[in-house]
Each structure stands twice: as structure tokens, then as C-alpha cells.
């Protein structure tokens, strides 16, 4: 071996298996190389169809024209041109294209990354229905991701109260993030109140038609201050609680969702059953497939 810098040249010639006269172009890198060698210690022991599983990919990115980096990830200077925006009160700022798009990420977890959005009043059982999804979608081998409602107050929205313009802006957040994981390829179940109608159509609007599922869990006021499994009705009922949903803050059901869940006092099917409603969907749709 020769030492280059805080690389070693590396004697690929010893590894008379594989015919690198394939994959290595003339100006490889010796960080590439060394990221092959390291690979390829492994591939001696593998024989030949694992060999060119693992090569494929590279020889791909050879013999794809032009630069990738500058043509599809926002260019550097003199290559392409950089389109500077202004989105809300963020100035001069660039949107940056991958390489790598939602496609390949959706081929790759055979499914494609959705939105499903929870809505419904305190104690309609949003939190236990979206467990019970996440759980039926990993036992089939599907990626998904839990946004929780007072699980994102813990963190990402523990600054935010529970007035109007503090709820708005807890969707919003949320909405984005929920947008992220989709774009991933990941299906995203959001869970959480969500009480006014024009915050969750705003965040309907943030995805492509047809990636925004809503779920409404229709159940009567009386059934979930019966349930109360946090004891907050009870709370706001005793004037402890200002502006809880359903009391002394109104809930706007959807008009137009993809799912309704219809619970009644001697008409509740169990989280598993509803869950598997949702999942009949995405299946008719196509997200559980690439």
C-alpha cells in the first residue's frame, strides 16, 4: 500500500475475483476505492451474484451524463442557475433538488408516503386507533411514523398554548413535518384534535391530491366525557380547564373526509377493527405498493 495524504493507495489487483475494469473509471477517487475495497473483502466470499448486485448501483452513477451534484442538487456556480425565493418572512433562500426524489425512496419500503390525519374530539380514541394502524402496517412489513398530538407538545410545540392562534400554529407545525415523513416515503399517521376546519384544510393543501387521507372519528360529545381517559372534561366542566374543545371551544367536523369512523355507546368496534377499515383504503388505493 502507498500512503496519500490520510488515505492509502490500495492494491485492488489482489482481488483477482472481481474485474474492477467494470466499475472503475479512470479518475476514481481513492475515498471510492476505498469504499469498494472495503465492500469487496466481503463480496470474495459471496461469489458472483452478490458481486454484481452490489456493483450495480455504482455502475449506474458512472454512467449517468453529466454532474449530478451540480444538475440536480441546486449547482454551484458557473453550472447551473440558482433560483433565489422568498417564502413567508425567510428571504434569500434556495431550494435545494436531490438526486435521489420520492420515487426512489417509495421504491425502495414498497409503499408510498402518505398522510393519514386523525381528527376528532378529546377521548374519540385517536390516539389508540393510530397505535393500532402503526402496528397492523409493521406486522405487513410497512414504514410508518406516529405524529401525536401531545406527543409533539412535549418538544417540537411545547412553546405553544392552547388559544386560537397557538392551535393554528400547532397544525401548521405539524402539517410540515407530517409533509417531510410523506415526501420520505413513510406513511404518516398524524393524531390529534386538529378542531378547525380551514387549519386542517391547510394542511391538505401542503400534498398532492389524493396523499392526505383525513380519518374523522365521529363519536358523540356524551360517549367521550363518559371514556374521559385523561380526566380533562371533568377538569374543564369544573371551570379548571379554559378553552377545552367540546366545552367552551367549538370542534368543526370535517365535511368531506376520506374515512369516517362511526362510534356509538353499543356501537364501538375495536381499535384492530378500525384499523384494518383504514388499511382496506390505503390497499384500494395503492400505498401499500410502490
Known sequence: MTAVGDFRMLNLSKFSDL??????????????AA???SGCKKLSMCGSGARSSVLRPVKAMESSTGDVL???????PGKSKVQITTVGDSSNIVWHKSSVEKSDREELLNQKGCIIWITGL???????????????????????????????????NSDLSFKA?????????????????????????????SPYRK????CRALLPEGEFIEVYM????????????????KLARAGKIKGFTGVDDPYEPP????????????MCDSPNALAEIVILYLERKGYLEA
Open 218 to 233: 365521529d363519536v358523540p360529545l356524551q360517549l367521550c366525557e363518559t371514556r374521559d381517559p385523561k380526566g380533562l372534561y
Open 122 to 156: 378529546s377521548g374519540s380514541g385517536k390516539s389508540t386507533l393510530a397505535c393500532a394502524l402503526s402496528h397492523a402496517l409493521h406486522a405487513r412489513g410497512k414504514l410508518s411514523y406516529i405524529l401525536d398530538g401531545d406527543n409533539c407538545r412535549h418538544g417540537l
Open 19 to 32: 474485474d474492477f475494469s467494470e466499475v472503475l473509471p479512470a479518475k476514481l477517487t481513492v475515498v471510492k
Open 199 to 202: 387549519d386542517r384544510d391547510a
Open 165 to 193: 392562534e397557538d392551535r393554528a400554529e400547532n397544525i401548521r407545525r405539524i402539517g410540515e413535518v407530517a409533509k417531510l415523513f410523506a415526501d420520505s416515503g413513510v406513511i404518516c399517521i398524524a393524531s390529534l384534535i
Open 70 to 76: 451540480t444538475k440536480d442538487c441546486g449547482g454551484f
Open 35 to 37: 469504499l469498494l475495497y
Open 255 to 266: 365535511l368531506n373526509s376520506e374515512i369516517v369512523l362511526c362510534q356509538r355507546e353499543k
